[in-house]
């Protein structure tokens, strides 16, 4: 059985065979396309989401080849939960404003990944000086073919500076 | 075809060597943005400009009826010196309203060479770079006009090959450590040319993409044929490497786009030319830190690694 929230919305309890993918739970039978399917070998990670932990930390997993059963009693988010009444979340607007992505098929997962390393940061602030390569720790899993990551890189950084009192630590 | 086809063929007004052209990269968007610009030429020249006038209180005789090249649009607006700016949304009532030109659809063809001919528009010889016209006026249905003096390139320029590419170079600096072969890119440099970037920051993007397949071209992808390779089905991206963030210069990739060569230079187009330079200059580079010159992609760290030796 299956009970999950998503994007702070309860879903279930619901009977679901073993082997459904939580990639196929959220595109098939909820509808919820934005979350993508790429590799189905969780190396390109456009199918990531976020969970949310009771400790209120947050990851990112894979929902490709990760069975829907494993989500039970988890909160999660993904693409469609950012924006809160029609305005987009600062990631998004700055993944437009600095023409982060080009086809969109990885965007997700990016928006996702980026939104936990601002939410972790906020927690735990770096220092300027390891601002750039925090970033690219954080984003280095996920694959994109379009746009050589630059911009998108270039995106998070711009909202860290834009609030670096959140962001950053004073070293 | 042969010439005397094209000629005899030329002869019927409603005729055109070919609907449309390739699509790939620069050529489409050569092709293509020519023929949305001729087709706005027209309604300007003989929709907006007439309304423009009327609107300025400036007479048929009047030398500046004339000068419709002069005109620009600024911030939504049509600027001419010593005139009132007007208002896109102004200009397009007036010409609707006096029945002008409110829509085009134009054919255009290249062969290393545009395609001329001349239309009747307004009790005028309109000659353009296109070889089929269609207007509407005001709120009517579009209606062909009948071409004349049609001029189509010489088929034997078929003999060459693509044209009005944008070009591209690229530097890059490495560095390999000796102990594991490992490469790093230090820092990059790309100059392009593309005529008018309509979209530079969708320019830039697609530069920065370009250099990132380079790189996989490179340094990562193999794809080996036969049961080794993607064709034993058992393939994915853990076997057929692509470049991720790690792999590239994220903060030292420089890329120069360099400005039209004058105002009214059309946009050219630029897709792969972006990445062709930049594997050759990794490869070269590679020749020049270690001395070996490798002839196949990639050029991984163990080969590096066996070269260094």
Known sequence: ?171 | MDQKTQDAAARNSRWVPAISSATFASIGAYIMTHAAAEAARVIFRFGLWPAALELWGIAPKDPRANEWKTARWKGGQLVMPGLAPLALPAVAAKAHARNGVTGAMTHCFNRWAWAQATFPLNGQAWTADIDALAVRRGGGKFARLDRSNVKYPPTDLNKSGPTHAATCGTLVRIEIERATGALRIAKAYSVLECGQALVPEVVLGQAQGGFAMAVGFALLESLPPYEGGPGNGKWNLGQYVIARGSDLPLHDLEVEVLSPIDSDERPKGMAEVVMMPAAPALINAIYDATGHRFRSLPVTQAMIKGALK
């Open chain 1, 1 to 171: 059985m299956l009970t999950v929230t998503i994007n702070g919305r309860a879903y279930g309890p619901r009977e679901v065979r073993d082997e459904l993918s939580m990639n196929d739970f959220l595109r098939e039978y909820l509808g919820m396309t934005g979350t993508k399917f790429g590799c189905g070998a969780a190396q390109c990670l456009s199918c990531a989401v976020i969970i949310d932990n009771p400790d209120g930390t947050s990851d990112t997993s894979p929902t490709c080849i990760v069975p829907a059963v494993s989500f039970n009693g988890k909160s999660i988010r993904t693409v469609e939960g950012h924006a809160k009444n029609g305005e987009l979340s600062p990631l998004q607007k700055a993944f437009i404003t600095h023409f982060a992505f080009q086809c969109g098929y990885c965007t997700a997962g990016f928006l996702n990944e980026g939104q936990v390393l601002l939410e972790r940061l906020a927690r735990n602030p770096v220092a300027r000086a390891d601002l750039e390569k925090t970033i690219a720790e954080a984003l280095d899993g996920h694959l994109c073919r379009c746009t050589g990551y630059i911009k998108y890189h270039e995106a998070v950084r711009a909202v860290i500076l834009a609030d670096a009192g959140r962001y950053l630590s004073r070293a």
